[in-house]
Nanobody
């Protein structure tokens, strides 16, 4: 069973930066899709960014130009670089991965992912 662990969250002021990491403890050599989701109190969980094994990426409109998703095979780690942070970015951030290529059809949907981390909190103050 694949185990994912997020890190890098914290508290920053508006305009600050954070880099989230998601490390895989199991065998994730053949992952088809990887993504970051976030959920704030009273809001639905939604995709922030995703990357497929063919390198195609997706970014939510609210984070385009500010966030960058990347993956480093050598360290088996998924990253989310977050710049120019805003208070509305405050949420619990989760990483997710899928080893099934059927995720290509719906890479933004939470149901497409079978492996999840426990989340890391990001808080942005004004």
């Amino acid at each position: 069973q694949v185990q994912l662990v997020e890190s890098g969250g914290g508290s920053v002021q508006t305009g600050g930066s954070l880099k989230l990491s998601c490390k895989a403890n199991g065998d994730t050599d053949n992952m088809s899709c990887m993504a970051w989701f976030r959920q704030a109190p009273g809001k639905e969980r939604g995709a922030v960014a995703s990357i497929r094994s063919d390198s195609e990426t997706y970014y939510a409109d609210s984070v385009k130009g500010r966030f960058t998703i990347s993956h480093v095979n050598l360290r088996d780690t998924l990253y989310l670089q977050m710049n120019s942070l805003k208070p509305e970015d405050t949420a619990m951030y989760y990483c997710a991965e899928s080893g099934d290529m059927r995720c290509y059809a719906l890479p933004r949907h939470a149901d497409s992912y079978e492996f999840w981390g426990q989340g890391t909190q990001v808080t942005v103050s004004s």
